[in-house]
């Protein structure tokens, strides 16, 4: 049975498949939210992805082989994900992974549009690219 925590209802079984690349979330009533490493990755709720305040998130870019190598439990809202390329401070909540699923088509056609777009604007020592628009969406 699926627990609800004030932080959204926890999975009762996570997945990692390494084959497909992906994370998925399973509820009690046979709901099953998919991630791949890459997206996961792209919108870690990191303050390294998020910043500190409006208009400080940045598209990670360069992504699209990270792989997730540990799944980490915290306390009984959250897991926290280390990824292939050493990042590991996104602390995932329940509530955050039901908002993913429910925005994912949206959120990635706008990071697609996004990266397109400022493709001229990367900052090649890291790799990031700063935008404004997704900021006010993941709030």
Not at 76 to 98: C, E, L, M, P, R
Not at 123 to 137: I, S
């Amino acid at each position: 049975m699926s627990t609800i925590t004030e932080n959204g209802t926890a999975p009762n079984k996570i997945t990692l498949d390494e084959t497909a690349g992906s994370l998925s979330l399973t509820y009690s009533e046979g709901r099953e939210c998919k991630f791949t490493c890459e997206f996961l990755r792209v919108f870690s709720p990191s303050a390294e992805v998020v910043g500190h305040g409006p208009g400080q998130r940045v598209n990670p870019i360069g992504k699209e082989n990270v792989k997730i190598v540990e799944v980490e439990p915290v306390g009984n809202y959250a897991i926290k994900i280390v990824f292939s390329d050493g990042h590991n401070t996104g602390i995932y909540s329940w509530k955050y992974f039901q908002w993913l699923a429910a925005n994912k088509k949206d959120l990635w056609a706008t990071y697609i549009e996004e990266t397109s777009i400022e493709a001229g604007a990367v900052d090649y020592k890291t790799h990031t690219k700063r935008c404004n628009n997704l900021n006010k969406e993941s709030k």
